[in-house]
Nanobody
Framework: QVQLVESGGGLVQAGGSLRLSCAASISITSINVMGWYRQAPGNQRELVATTGTGGLTNYADSVKGRFTISRDNIKNTVYLQMNSLKSEDTAVYYC??????????WGQGTQVTVSS
């Protein structure tokens, strides 16, 4: 089981930026896919962005061009740079680690609130 700790959430005005961090307890080069998900009140958890060990990235249409996922293999940390934030980005953001053949691991979540 991978331990994941998210940080960087907070309150920001619409149009502003935040950078989320997800620190893993093991080398992220051994994790097939690292991803960010979010869940707003009353909604299901949804994918925001993912990054694989080969460097491939995937984004939800709603965040393309505004959010960037990146990874630091030395620090075993994955980041989510969020720019041009909108009120609809308000949610709890979760980090997820997937190793093929094993159960996925989730972080505890970090709250992002965008005020309009």
């Amino acid at each position: 089981q991978v331990q994941l700790v998210e940080s960087g959430g907070g309150l920001v005005q619409a149009g502003g930026s935040l950078r989320l961090s997800c620190a893993a307890s093991i080398s992220i080069t051994s994790i097939n896919v690292m991803g960010w998900y979010r869940q707003a009140p009353g909604n299901q958890r949804e994918l925001v962005a993912t990054t694989g060990t080969g460097g491939l990235t995937n984004y939800a249409d709603s965040v393309k061009g505004r959010f960037t996922i990146s990874r630091d293999n030395i620090k075993n940390t994955v980041y989510l740079q969020m720019n041009s934030l909108k009120s609809e980005d308000t949610a709890v953001y979760y980090c997820k680690a997937t190793k093929y053949g094993l159960a996925s691991s989730w972080g505890q979540g970090t709250q992002v609130t965008v005020s309009s």
